[in-house]
């Protein structure tokens, strides 16, 4: 599976973003999803996940209430809305594939990443 993320930019605080993470291959909803990010000097960390038929989301508390999690199966993209941005949501934002997970928040777990997709919040 190839992962390739898009939608980053640069939006005021108080701003909305839509990332997307287009998926190659045929098997895309066996795959469970997730979002990370990554700001500079710390380390990489989870922000959202979405199970393979999308009924299921998990979120990280500090993006809880101001983003959402959704898939398309048919177009193999996986969304991250982001409303309400803060300047400490800046980051570099990675999507990331598993076909199983048994921990949201351990990279590791996941097989695949994107290439990231920068987004920069202004105050």
């Known amino acids: 599976v190839q992962l390739q993320a898009s939608g980053g930019g640069l939006v005021q605080a108080g701003g909305s973003l839509r990332l997307s993470c287009a998926a190659s291959?045929?098997?895309?909803?066996?795959?469970?999803m997730a979002w990370f990010r990554q700001a500079p000097g710390k380390e990489r960390e989870f922000v959202a996940g979405?199970?393979?038929?999308?009924?299921?989301?998990y979120y990280a508390e500090s993006v809880k209430g101001r983003s959402t999690i959704s898939r398309d199966n048919a177009k193999n993209t996986v969304y991250l809305q982001m409303n309400s941005l803060k300047p400490e949501d800046t980051a570099v934002y990675y999507c990331?594939?598993?076909?199983?997970?048994?921990?949201?928040?351990?990279?590791?777990?996941?097989?695949?990443w994107g290439q990231g997709t920068q987004v920069t919040v202004s105050s």
């Open positions: 291959g045929r098997t895309f909803s066996s795959y469970v």
């Open positions: 990331a594939a598993s076909l199983k997970v048994t921990g949201w928040r351990k990279m590791g777990e996941y097989d695949y």
């Open positions: 979405i199970m393979w038929s999308g009924q299921i989301t």
